[in-house]
């Protein structure tokens, strides 16, 4: 059995909360009280992850963190399908590897700003909605072409990855942050369609999917 150290509000946590939902991954959730508690700093907790932060796995013993890794780890080992991580498409695989690092950006910037506005984390929240904006426009552009090659997603792959799943949720809970996304229209088709995935879940601030056609 899978154990999750878990934060209910967390964008991290739930990218766990997703794949393990997709993948039909059964799980135990220890929540932790990341806020108001900063249990995640507590001594207790840095025998688990001594960067405290969440989320972190621990799969009969074999202990990781870090979302990406994490979302590695578990599709490499449960997805059936090879598609989440395509370990035998040196190309797709590439290409994750890819979107995923772009993923930290948007962590870093989108995902910034909804801790600046929720929780009043010290960021200086003009440079991080600036930071999220550029990430968005080259994620936006990037979409719009693979749409014109008939591709739905980051890579060129015809199923998701691991990638998209990793970017959902910043992008997903930008506006939290502030940061619209109004003039990005790919990734708003984009996010329309990750929803439709079968297995997907929500978490606060993101809704369930409309079974209506994306809008185009
Ligand atoms: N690179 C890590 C970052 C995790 C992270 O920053 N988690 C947040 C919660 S969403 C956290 O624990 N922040 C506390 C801190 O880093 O001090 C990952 O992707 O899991």
Redesign the pocket.
């Known amino acids: 059995m899978i154990t999750l150290y878990d ?1 209910e509000l ?4 739930y ?1 766990v909360r997703l794949l393990m939902s997709i993948l039909g991954l059964d799980h135990h959730a220890v929540p932790v009280d ?1 806020y108001p508690g900063w249990e ?2 507590s001594a207790e907790f840095a025998k688990i992850n001594p ?5 972190v796995i621990d799969d009969d013993g074999y202990v990781l ?6 979302l590695v780890y578990l599709a490499a080992r449960y997805d059936k399908s090879g598609r989440w991580y395509p370990v035998d498409d040196p190309e797709v695989l590439g290409e994750t590897a890819s979107w995923l690092l772009f993923a ?1 950006g948007t ?1 870093n910037t989108a ?1 910034a700003a909804r ?1 600046y506005v929720n929780l009043g984390y010290d960021f200086d929240i003009d440079a991080v909605r600036a930071g999220a904006h550029r990430l968005f426009g080259v994620l936006d552009e990037h979409l719009w072409f693979r749409e014109r090659e008939g591709l739905d997603w980051v890579t060129s792959s015809p199923h998701p990855t691991i990638a998209d799943l990793a970017l959902f949720p910043d992008v997903a809970l930008s506006e939290e942050g502030g940061v619209s996304r109004e003039d990005y229209p790919a990734l708003r088709r984009w996010t329309d369609r990750f929803r439709q995935i079968d297995g997907f879940t929500v978490m606060p601030g993101i809704f369930a999917p409309s079974r209506a056609a994306p809008p185009g």
């Open positions: 934060w967390s964008a991290n946590c990218k990341f995640h700093k960067l405290g932060h969440i989320p963190r870090d979302s990406h890794a994490i930290e962590t995902s801790l």
